[in-house]
């Protein structure tokens, strides 16, 4: 058994050996160092070059680095009919649903406000609100909206989430498809985005989604830079339409150093670490799916690769 490890930011030398403690007898390749093209069965990715894939002619998996398959279904020379597993991890979920309380909590308890009093020595109470009163909306009730929903509830937030088809979640007012948008975003204060990132969902975070949410709302985006309209995020903030945003993700990673949201207080930025694959979970995964492959059972995380995701 063969396995291609391909990425630019993913640690190759630690995967060889959590892969390798599973799986002694696999063949790991570290692109570009792949010898022949032909012995390669599995690719573990992210974010490969355009084309690449099409290469390796007895490929029977694409196992990518991350939950989102982005960075491969935008390559047009992806291998027709190759399954393409995504990762589902509880560490991965365990961490997208820290950044999301982290950020909501920030918002709910007011501290940019409270930071800008510290940098005028003010000291002056804001009121305080109860979590039931504070309404979080979140885009995407997959793998992470769910988790990220069910520990916002057990703080006794009211949350919301909207998604492509009907869902019912315990807890959750639900609201799905184009004509839930408006509705879910008028009831909502703190906006938090776990979409996908498909042609429906590309720009989805817009001026005119900025204009259904109730004037200074909040906005988390913490999957995919594609979703944010960048140049409307500044004018919505200036406007008070938005009060604050927390970006992890932006559509040129790493974020240039002359961009303008490096200087805006009112935007809190991290380097795309809202989840990290960490391969000490993840190789179970990429292990079970190899050993499926030789038991000719089914994989497990396959993508819908005409729905996007
Ligand atoms: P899932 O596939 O489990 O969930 C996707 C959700 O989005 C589903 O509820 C789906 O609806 C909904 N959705 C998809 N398309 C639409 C649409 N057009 N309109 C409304 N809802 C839609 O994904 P995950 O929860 O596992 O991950 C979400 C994303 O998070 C990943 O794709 C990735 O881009 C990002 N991510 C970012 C990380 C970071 O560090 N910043 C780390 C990990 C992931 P339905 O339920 O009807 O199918
Ligand atoms: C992912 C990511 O998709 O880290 O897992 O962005």
């Given at each position: ?39 390669i ?41 190759v ?7 509880r ?20 501290q ?8 005028a ?182 993508v819908?690769?005409?729905r996007?995701?």
């Amino acid at each position: 058994m063969t396995l291609l490890f391909l990425s630019k930011i993913d640690r190759a030398e630690w995967w060889r050996q959590e892969l390798g403690r599973r799986m002694p007898g696999l063949d790991i390749r570290v692109w570009p160092e792949v010898g022949a093209r032909d012995d390669i069965e599995f690719a573990l990715v992210w974010e490969p070059p355009k084309g690449e894939l099409a290469r390796y002619p007895n490929l029977k998996a694409i196992f990518s680095l991350g939950a989102g398959v982005d960075h491969l279904l935008d390559d047009p020379g992806l291998p027709a009919g190759v399954p393409i597993c995504r990762v589902v991890d509880r560490a991965l979920t365990a961490q997208m649903s820290e950044y999301v309380l982290l950020n909501v909590l920030r918002y709910h308890r007011q501290q940019p406000a409270y930071a800008r009093q510290q940098a005028a020595r003010q000291w002056r109470a804001l009121k305080l609100m109860q979590t039931s009163e504070r309404r979080v909306g979140i885009m995407g009730m997959g793998v992470l909206g769910q988790d990220a929903a069910a520990k916002l509830i057990a703080l006794g937030f009211a949350v919301a989430g909207w998604s492509r088809t009907a869902r019912s979640v315990a807890g959750v007012e639900s609201f799905h498809g184009p004509d839930g948008l408006a509705p879910f975003l008028a009831r909502t204060e703190i906006l938090v985005c776990l979409l996908p990132l498909t042609p429906d969902t590309e720009g989805i975070l817009n001026a005119k989604t900025f204009a259904h949410l109730p004037a200074g709302a909040a906005l988390v985006s913490a999957a995919r830079g594609g979703h944010l309209v960048e140049e409307d995020l500044i004018p919505a903030l200036d406007t008070g339409q938005l009060s604050a945003a927390s970006l992890d993700v932006f559509r040129n990673e790493p974020l240039p150093a002359e961009h303008p949201f490096w200087a805006d207080g009112r935007i809190t930025i991290t380097p795309h670490v809202a989840s990290i694959t960490d391969p000490r979970s993840v190789a179970d995964l990429v292990a079970e799916n190899i050993r499926r492959a030789r038991a000719g059972e089914p994989f497990l995380y396959v993508v819908d690769t005409a729905r996007g995701y």
